[in-house]
């Protein structure tokens, strides 16, 4: 057996290799690599580091003595996990208060071992997708005092990966005034809105009827053309 039974491909886990007739001349290697400052223990135990590798992935665990001829396998595995990576986030926008379901994709994703933050805040209800590791997750934003964009941060026992600015949180819309504030029942007047955190607003409803088009939104106003009503009330979505 080896313990622990994974590690990052730079090398240096300390591991424990159990078996049987070890002597100070026995040669461990992990994926055909001489262990790095191999130790025999005892005549049932050798400990040393695992060497570096290019490719991840299970690779078997031999030993052989030199002089006595042969190399045994023990069919025991041991894993270099993929060094953890974020290529994206999706979707890029939420609300303040969380909830939103997010789609990470990159490399090493382990399940019990990787956890993600957005702006230092854990995130909640994490699902990996198989194999493990895994190149995708999907998460559960957390909830946010501000707004604006955060870096989505994944953290793993043998690291992290920062995604700069990859998720923006977004404050709810505010209205405070409209002009002009009445129009023809059968729509058409174009209205200006102002208001507040406008700039992501993605439709504007009058009585529940969309506006027929929203455009040059900017933090404080928008224009947008009523629809046919007989009784407009606008909402912000």
């Not at 995708?136 to 992290?160: I, R």
């Not at 005034?177 to 029942?185: A, F, K, Q």
């Not at 102002?194 to 928008?222: K, P």
């Amino acid at each position: 057996s080896i313990a622990p039974i994974a590690g990052p491909p730079t090398g240096g886990t300390a591991v424990t290799i159990t078996g049987g007739n070890f002597v100070a001349s026995t040669v461990v290697q992990i994926g055909g690599v001489n262990l790095v400052d191999a130790g025999t223990v005892s005549a049932n135990v050798i400990t040393g580091l695992t060497a570096a590798t290019a490719t991840p992935g299970q690779v078997p665990l031999t030993a052989y003595t030199p002089n006595i001829g042969g190399t045994w396998d023990s069919g025991v595995r041991f894993t270099y996990n993929p060094v953890v990576s974020i290529s994206s986030v999706s979707p890029a926008l939420g609300p303040l208060a969380g909830g939103t379901m997010v789609t990470i994709d990159g490399e090493g994703f382990i399940q019990g071992a990787t956890r993600v933050y957005f702006d230092g805040v854990e995130a909640t209800g994490v699902v990996f997708e198989l194999p493990n590791p895994t190149q995708k997750l999907s998460v559960e934003t957390p909830a946010m005092a501000g707004h604006g964009p955060v870096n989505v941060t994944v953290v793993d026992d043998y690291g992290q990966a920062i995604a700069p600015n990859a998720f923006t949180y977004l404050a709810p819309p505010t209205l405070t005034s409209l002009n002009p504030n009445s129009g023809r029942p059968s729509g058409g007047t174009l209205v200006e809105i102002f208001g507040s955190h406008l700039i992501d607003v993605t439709s504007v409803n009058f009585d529940g009827l969309q506006a027929v088009s929203f455009w040059d939104a900017g933090a404080a106003s928008g224009k947008v053309v009523a629809p046919s009503l007989q009784r407009n009330r606008l909402k912000l979505l």
